[in-house]
């Protein structure tokens, strides 16, 4: 069973979740140990560690991305939904980029190791 759920660790602060995330890699280390010895009873531990990990980190990178706040930080409101902020982007920005994507693109003229070799023996 899992330890812990996505909803839990957004309770958590980052401060938290960062020392959750060490104290599972001693835990995944002592786990890695013991299976060595054959004196782990359930070695999906070891994987349910890393799991937890891996969704602590990816709620974190969602935290400092503004995909997904955190409880307690701003930004986050009661009913889990998160207002996104309007993306402005500047009429001169947009223009620049409509017309480099109309541009033909330079086709590279590069010499294959074979081309190179052929033409140094002549």
């Known amino acids: 069973m899992r330890e812990l759920n996505a909803e839990k660790v957004r309770d958590m602060t980052v401060d938290e979740i960062e020392t959750r995330i060490r104290e599972l890699h001693e835990e995944i280390f002592n786990l890695r140990f013991r299976n060595a010895m054959r ?3 359930n070695p999906v531990l070891i994987r349910e560690r890393r799991r937890d ?3 602590m980190r990816t709620i974190l990178v969602e935290h400092r991305k503004g995909i997904r706040p955190l409880a307690g930080h701003p930004g986050h409101e009661a009913s889990g939904a998160v207002k996104a ?3 402005k ?3 001169a920005q947009a223009a620049a980029l409509v017309k ?3 541009e033909p693109k330079a086709k590279a003229k590069t010499k ?3 081309k190179a070799a052929k033409e140094s023996t002549k």
Do not use: E, G, N
């Open 100 to 102: 480099a994507s109309k």
């Open 112 to 114: 294959t190791k074979a």
């Open 53 to 55: 990990i891996a969704r």
């Open 85 to 87: 902020a309007p993306a």
């Open 39 to 41: 004196q782990l009873q």
């Open 89 to 91: 982007a500047a009429p």
